[in-house]
């Protein structure tokens, strides 16, 4: 397959609470990167991570790179009904190709 | 620049028909990738290219499959005969590698294929 592993497959919190998802993966990479799509509509690059970075913040993001145990988080913090929708982790590798991973739904009940 | 843009948004075709999908990248990126979404197989990656050489096309399904890329602002994925399991939302992307490879991409808004 070509897809990473994500979990969980589903997530379902409170506005206010934090999210996090967390992806593996197998082979090298040049870096990993996180995306959003809300029902089924086109993606949106949220956050890149560099193979030599640990951890990169954007706003309510956070994003954790472990390299030897092959596998990233994405944390949202204080998490917003609008933040409802399915997340990707996609590693890009040494061939510049972008690999997906299965994705998290996440569900913010007001 | 009005980003990565995708034609048909839908398309409803009747199976044995010829179908083509058409994608015009954001102008000066280098990579062009299709990927199909589906349910059951998530978002697969079918074929990329890099300035208009197709790179590895081992993500497309069946001989049934093509993609071309004749110049740099233009790309068409070709199904020939159209199968209702070919029923998915297809997506082009692009992005600039050229001396900044850690770039993100950018994604159309896909074409839903309905094959009947």
């Known amino acids: 397959s070509q897809q990473g592993e994500e979990d969980p497959q589903a997530l379902s919190i409170q506005e206010g609470e934090n999210a996090t998802m967390n992806c593996s993966y197998k082979?090298?990479?040049?870096?990993l990167q996180w995306y959003r799509q809300n029902s089924g509509r086109g993606l949106v690059h949220l956050i890149l991570?560099?193979?030599?970075?640990r951890e990169k913040h954007s706003g309510r993001l956070r994003v954790t790179l472990d390299t030897s145990k092959k596998s990233s988080s994405l944390l949202i913090t204080a998490s917003r009904a609008a933040d409802t929708a399915s997340y990707f982790c996609?590693?890009?590798?040494?061939?510049?190709?972008?690999?997906f991973g299965s994705g998290t739904r996440l569900l913010v009940r007001p | 620049d009005a980003g990565v843009i995708q034609s048909p948004r839908h398309e409803v075709t009747e199976m044995g028909q010829e179908v083509t999908l058409r994608c015009k990248p954001i102008?000066?990126?280098?990579?062009l990738f299709w990927y199909r979404q589906t349910m059951m197989r998530g978002l697969e990656l079918l074929i990329y290219?890099?300035?208009?050489?197709?790179?590895?096309d081992s993500g497309m399904p069946e001989d049934r499959f093509s993609a071309k890329m004749p110049n740099a602002s233009f790309s068409t994925l070709k199904i020939q005969p159209s199968e209702p399991r070919d029923s998915a939302v297809y997506f082009c992307?692009?992005?600039?590698?050229?001396?900044?490879?850690?770039?993100?991409?950018?994604f159309g808004q896909g074409t839903r294929l309905t094959v009947v």
């Open positions: 102008s000066g990126h280098d990579y």
């Open positions: 991570i560099r193979s030599n970075e």
């Open positions: 992307a692009s992005r600039l590698n050229q001396g900044a490879r850690n770039t993100e991409a950018f």
């Open positions: 082979t090298s990479i040049n870096n």
């Open positions: 996609v590693r890009m590798d040494s061939s510049y190709k972008l690999i």
């Open positions: 290219f890099n300035n208009n050489v197709p790179i590895d």
